[in-house]
């Protein structure tokens, strides 16, 4: 048996420290900061709200973006595999061309199911009432500022919660899409 041996050029240390750098500070995003960063480096917005799904998706993207996609002879081998299955190949994208199309503008992420800026959400709890505001970047509970609905619903009952369901607005995509509908 013999094995091919190919010559690797090795990246230089800056690159590698970069990417390492990159990789580090995704860790630490949000899920939100976590979509605004797929959108920067895939040019398009998430489809998923997933943490680690995004992460992987990122972080892949990051080090093709340094290091290079697929080789021709691996792209090659895949539409002789694939026969008539598309190849998902994304290009780079020039950042002149994503500032032209809005790219960095995040008001299409905004959930579905959030109420508008300035809404107050109030939910009885222990015969205690609970209240929130919705903000345009996150939420304001107590005087303090927090990003996600999850976690104002676990200080106040101690546990984990999904904040839509604790602040009744798990079903709110549905009832947006039934008003549309006798709206029109």
Known sequence: MTFQTHD?????LEVATDIA???AELR???VGGLCTRYREVFGEPARS???DYLFKKIAWRIQELAEGGLSERALAKIEELGGDMPVRVRPVRDPNVLD???????SDERDPRLPSVGTVLTRMYKGHAHKVTVLDDGFEYLG???????IIAGLITGTNWNGYLFWGLKNRRRQKAQAET???
Not at 8 to 12: A, D, I, K, L, T
Not at 100 to 106: C, E, K, S
Request: aromatic fraction near 0%.
């Open 49 to 51: 709200r997933n943490k």
């Open 182 to 184: 006798e709206n029109a």
């Open 100 to 106: 032209l199309l809005n790219v960095g503008n995040t």
């Open 28 to 30: 630490e995003l949000t």
């Open 8 to 12: 690797v050029e090795r990246r230089p």
């Open 21 to 23: 750098r990159q990789l």
């Open 144 to 150: 303090e500022k927090h990003n996600s609905l999850s």
